[in-house]
Nanobody, 123 residues
């Protein structure tokens, strides 16, 4: 009933910028936290950035100062603004959300993942 839909991935040149979005929809009571992960070929999935319902953010050292995570609570959407992109940023980016879903009068905590969107940084 709850799904995360990502958009905005694509090809960008080194030093360029890209903004990816993730919108949660369905029977949502609340969203406690949202995050972006990424996974490059041959590497483990890594946490890129997180944002809580209160707006507190955290970033991986590799993207700190270049990436900005933000949240539009009215639309249940999280964004990742990526600036000064490097080749090593190339990966599949996954949206994550910890959501309290609604099932009738029951509140059910669940982890949800987007399908992933490819970000390629290349000249």
């Amino acid at each position: 009933q709850v799904q995360l839909v990502e958009s905005g991935g694509g090809l960008v040149q080194p030093g360029g910028s890209l903004r990816v979005s993730c919108a949660a929809s369905g029977s949502i009571f609340s969203i406690n936290a949202m995050a972006w992960y990424r996974q490059a070929p041959g590497k483990q999935r890594e946490l890129v950035a997180t944002i809580t319902d209160g707006g507190s953010t955290n970033y991986a050292d590799s993207v700190k100062g270049r990436f900005t995570i933000s949240r539009d609570n009215a639309n249940n959407t999280v964004y990742l603004q990526m600036n000064s992109l490097k080749a090593e940023d190339t990966a599949v980016y996954y949206c994550y959300a910890h959501i309290i879903a609604t099932m009738g009068d029951i509140r059910v905590p669940r982890n949800y993942w987007g399908q992933g969107t490819q970000v390629t940084v290349s000249s």
